[in-house]
């Protein structure tokens, strides 16, 4: 895969023989973020371990990381008693657990988020996926959300779906810093950085500062999944490294464009690309197969608690993605020959991700609801709330 990548640059000097893989991704220039948070990882020191360790300078989140934490911990179950008893239900507990567990994260991350002046060290939290349909409700549950959580590293996760898209340039009109989260195709990443780029413009002709941060997250794995029984064993494991690929080289043609030097010029920042879904799928495969592929200065990763380990024991970076696509357009060739609709494809993949994230969102809420009823029971407090799921 690496000769077909046709990746240039090595790292074969002492300086950087002595560092683990993951820190020499950083080295690279791109940054190693966690797609994991838990209260047990924060009580054990262990993320604070991963930033000293691992180079890790950031934390992304999404309600099914929340429903497997709370789910599978009785770390939260203190909380969760405490504030059912104060008469809190469902996504109001959900917000105050994952507020609580993501300040800490943050204020860990706050002296890298300093030093790189607002470019690195930021966590992340999802606007409730039940309201992705909808706009103006999505926009004023950002806005509060930000600013009740009183955290200057904490991006508002908005998927970048049709609907989205409008959210998310009035979001950073208001001075809410965004991930635009689900995105596969480099349609949609274009999609994301127009409906960036025009919150920015208005900001600028409003007179506000345009310093307003954004990433833009590009899911990769998934596309491997969803064409695995579609094409030959030779096609496997390479569809969503070409696509990756493709988004990548279109975003670095738009940092050329007079709009954005214009942009960066009153001071706005770029809005990054951040590979999300980079841990692998298929067992036959290395685990660190999309991070070795997607090895880009300027870029985020943010791996799976599994991938990050797994690369820092063991992965192989030989050098960076490069910044053409001869490579993307020849792969994407043969899988349109192969009967792949990329464009229709990618328009599934993101109505499947905003009705996965709503399922692990009831789920999460049901969790949290069962459990509220039986710590009260056991605890004989008098509040009991129904499941809200």
Known sequence: ????????????????????????????????????ISRPMLDSGTLARYIREYSVTGLTSNPAIFERAIGASAAYDAAILDKAAQGREGAAIFYELALEDLGRAA????????????????????????????????TLAARRLFAGAKLANLF???????????????SIFDGVPVN??????REQVM???????RGIERRVAAGLDPGVASVASVFVSRWDVAVAQKVQPGFRNRLGIAMAMHAYKAHLDLMATARWRSLAAAGAQPQHLLWASTGTKDPSVRDTLYVEAL??????????????LAFASRGALDGVLPPDEAYAEVTLAEFTREGVDLEAMANDLQREGVASFARSWHVLLYRIALKSQLLAHHSGAAHVPAPDA
């Not at 990746?7 to 220039?29: D, T």
């Not at 999609?191 to 780029?197: D, K, Q």
């Open 295 to 308: 090895a880009a200065p300027g870029t985020i990763n943010t791996m799976p608690e599994a991938t990050l």
């Open 1 to 36: 895969m690496r000769n077909i990548l046709a990746i240039s640059a090595h790292f074969k000097c002492a300086e950087n023989a002595q560092l683990n893989p993951a820190e020499a991704l950083a080295r690279l220039g791109q940054s190693v973020w966690l797609d994991a």
């Open 156 to 170: 508002i996760k908005i998927p970048g779906t049709p609907v989205g898209l409008a959210a998310i340039e009035q």
């Open 191 to 197: 999609a994301a950085a127009e409906a960036y780029m």
């Open 180 to 185: 635009v989260t689900l995105l596969f195709s």
């Open 107 to 138: 204020a860990l991350f706050a002296p890298i988020h300093a030093a790189s002046a607002g470019r690195d060290g930021w966590v992340s939290l999802e606007v409730s996926p039940l309201l992705a349909d909808d706009a103006a409700a999505t």
